[in-house]
Nanobody, 124 residues
């Protein structure tokens, strides 16, 4: 079993930045790809970014490209999401997730373990 705990969310003005962290514990962390998703009220959970086991391959939703950066530190069992130039439409609960595959896709079905989420609110 893998436990994931997100942190770093909060309230920020439009144009600001936040860095989300996800700490993993339990079973082997470094073998699986990791992803960030978000869910706004009344909407489905949507893909934000994913990173391969090695950290060499990343993928971003169009809404995140050029503004968000996903990274991981396997030595610390952590994955991060640096979010810059935040917009009000980025407001959501952000979840990290771990896959059992080395390079998972964008669909939630690729991911086995999920954190509880951290709230990000961007004011206009």
């Amino acid at each position: 079993q893998v436990q994931l705990v997100e942190s770093g969310g909060g309230l920020v003005q439009a144009g600001g930045s936040l860095r989300l962290s996800c700490a993993a514990s339990g079973r082997t962390f470094s073998n699986g790809g990791m992803g960030w998703f978000r869910q706004a009220p009344g909407k489905e959970r949507e893909f934000v970014a994913t990173i391969s086991w090695s950290g060499e391959t990343t993928d971003y939703a169009d809404s995140a490209k050029g503004r968000f950066t996903i990274s991981r530190d396997n030595a610390k069992n952590a994955v991060y999401l640096q979010m810059n130039s935040l917009k009000p439409e980025d407001t959501a609960v952000y979840y990290c997730a771990q896959s059992r595959t080395i390079l998972p896709g964008r669909d939630v079905a690729w991911y086995t373990y999920w954190g509880q989420g951290t709230q990000v609110t961007v004011s206009s």
